[in-house]
């Protein structure tokens, strides 16, 4: 199996707890990936800057690939997040810093490289859409998170995209049953392969066409404390990818209703025990003290933030 996430790097910055950690959607899943036995890496494009230095530094220690990255001139991407009865919850960034304003446009030694894996997984927050219908001509699978905004849900942002998604993830954690079935239906209708839709507590769904699947949340184990909620959608895609691929899904080969039942349960199991992990995968530091006395230098917009 060699999956490679391609596009968004963040800094999660808690405020609460003073601590930095690595993350991002496409950076979370190769990470998770490589956890499940993958081969993963990461390509995409990270900040010149001291926060940049400390994501390749972890990323690189975790022994994930990142050889076919940049560095470009500009600042890291970061995530004000607070944790809240265990939920993190977004407070803000710099949306998305460089990583998203001058992303990787692939070229022929980049798609080169990008055909050497199974899947590739991207994301609404990497500024990568013009580039899945280029992935999607190659012999490797697409995954896609379309996080949980409306905006990423219109039919403007999803005819022309869907059609060369062979996975799509969505976090439906406000939605009904209902409404998640049919959120599903309508992504695969649009073209998409398969679609995922995590609901927190109330576990998983997958549409693959044909049939509708449903999982649920694997119960915590009350006697260890809880961290934190961050990763959790990205650790469940992640196994869900691994498991499928482990089982023979290819392009052009779709999974058996058996292997979706299988990858979905291992999927939860996997999701259950990123909830006692500081941050998306640990490796955190502490926010660099003059942050902590000044946040006003961060210059934050006080935006919308990655909801992974």
């Known amino acids: 199996m060699k999956v490679l996430g391609y596009g968004d790097n963040v800094i999660d910055r808690f405020l609460d ?69 265990g939920d993190r919850i977004f407070r803000g960034g710099n949306e998305g810093g460089v990583t998203v304003r001058e992303p990787i446009i692939l070229q022929e ?9 199974d899947l590739v997984h991207s994301s609404v927050y990497s500024a990568s859409e013009t580039q899945v219908p280029v992935l999607a001509g190659l012999d490797v699978l697409v995954s896609y998170d379309l996080s949980s905004e409306d905006e990423f849900r219109s039919a403007s942002y999803l005819d022309p995209l869907a059609p060369h998604l062979d996975l799509a993830l969505l976090s439906c954690s406000h939605s009904t049953e209902a409404e998640t ?22 576990g998983s769904m997958l549409f693959d066409g044909e049939r509708l699947y449903r999982v649920a949340a694997r ?10 909620t961050m990763g959790c959608g990205d650790a469940l895609l992640a196994a869900v990818i691994c498991s499928l691929l482990g089982s023979g899904w290819a392009k052009g080969r779709a999974p058996t209703a058996a292997h979706i039942e299988a990858a979905l349960a291992t999927g939860s199991a996997f999701a259950a025990e990123q909830c006692f992990i500081d941050g998306a995968f640990g490796h955190g530091r502490r926010t660099p003290r003059a942050i902590r006395q000044d946040p006003a230098i961060l210059g934050s917009g006080g935006g919308p933030s990655p909801a992974r």
């Open 181 to 202: 079935a049919e959120l599903l239906r309508s992504v695969v209708a649009k073209g998409a392969g398969m679609a995922l839709g995590t609901r927190g507590e109330a």
């Open 17 to 85: 707890r003073g601590m930095d950690y690595p993350g991002g959607n496409c950076v979370n899943v190769a990470v998770f990936a490589r956890a499940r036995g993958a081969d993963a890496a990461y390509l995409g494009a990270f900040g010149s800057d001291e926060p940049g230095v400390f994501l390749r530094s972890e990323l690189t220690s975790l022994g994930l690939d990142i050889s076919h990255s940049v560095v470009r001139d500009g600042e890291t991407g970061i995530a004000e997040v607070e944790v809240v009865d």
């Open 109 to 117: 030694s980049d798609l080169a490289y990008v055909e050497g894996f």
């Open 219 to 228: 119960p915590l184990d009350v006697t260890r404390p809880v961290a934190d």
